[in-house]
T-cell receptor
Framework: EAQVTQNPRYLITVTGKKLTVTCSQN?????MSWYRQDPGLGLRQIYY???????DKGDVPEGYKVSRKEKRNFPLILESPSPNQTSLYFC??????????????FGPGTRLTVL | QQPVQSPQAVILREGEDAVINCSSS?????VHWYRQKHGEAPVFLMI?????EQKGHDKISASFNEKKQQSSLYLTASQLSYSGTYFC?????????????FGKGTKLSVKP
């Protein structure tokens, strides 16, 4: 089944403890991205990757890191999480490197709570 | 820089129509529309490119007026399954084609 998977789906952690949220897609998509969703603020893009080894900042990149060493995976790293990073995180992918003509497929989401 | 969606929320009876607007302060390459049901991931509806095109998806259609930097989503003869939050996403002209900027969403509730 063609899909975007995220792990873990739920995570409660403490301030300052490094964590990684994994994202993987099995559709051979070039483009991948991360969003955070907070009540009343909609979806805000954190980072995106147009292709392997190419990553760019979105609108809210502070406090996050990403890497794209292989096509299928795009992990989101929080080196020192803080409570203001408590949010619902979505990973998404798209066939081509760019969204002008292409839809995004979203993963199921990861709910992160930082105490 | 986020596009502005209006209304923020709307309640309909089954069979009624609704219009959701998305307005940007910047010139746009394209506009995406997604729907998110409660507790689920957003799902793609359609993309509109500059040129004033209209598109349809079942009884949901949309238009894009590039001069006004606005897009509208039209829901005709609404069904219970249309309930959810609708997001527009914009690609700004001159910006990266990977940087999709979403509005804050419009919550649509369809009642029997």
């Amino acid at each position: 089944e063609a899909q975007v998977t995220q792990n873990p789906r739920y995570l409660i952690t403490v301030t300052g403890k490094k964590l990684t949220v994994t994202c993987s897609q099995n559709m051979n998509h070039e483009y991948m991205s991360w969003y955070r969703q907070d009540p009343g603020l909609g979806l805000r893009q954190i980072y995106y990757s147009m292709n392997v080894e190419v990553t760019d900042k979105g609108d809210v990149p502070e406090g996050y890191k990403v890497s794209r060493k292989e096509k299928r995976n795009f992990p989101l790293i929080l080196e020192s999480p803080s409570p203001n990073q408590t949010s619902l995180y979505f990973c998404a992918s798209s066939l081509k490197g760019g969204l002008l003509y292409n839809e995004q497929f979203f993963g199921p989401g990861t709910r992160l709570t930082v105490l | 820089q986020q596009p502005v969606q209006s209304p923020q929320a709307v309640i309909l009876r089954e069979g009624e129509d609704a219009v959701i607007n998305c307005s940007s302060s910047k010139a746009l390459y394209s506009v995406h529309w997604y729907r998110q049901k409660h507790g689920e991931a957003p799902v793609f509806l359609m993309i509109l490119l500059k040129g004033g095109e209209q598109k349809g998806h079942d009884k949901i259609s949309a238009s894009f007026n590039e001069k006004k930097q606005q897009s509208s989503l039209y829901l005709t003869a609404s069904q219970l399954s249309y309930s959810g939050t609708y997001f527009c996403g914009t690609l700004n002209y001159g910006g990266s084609q990977g940087n999709l900027i979403f509005g804050k969403g419009t919550k649509l509730s369809v009642k029997p």
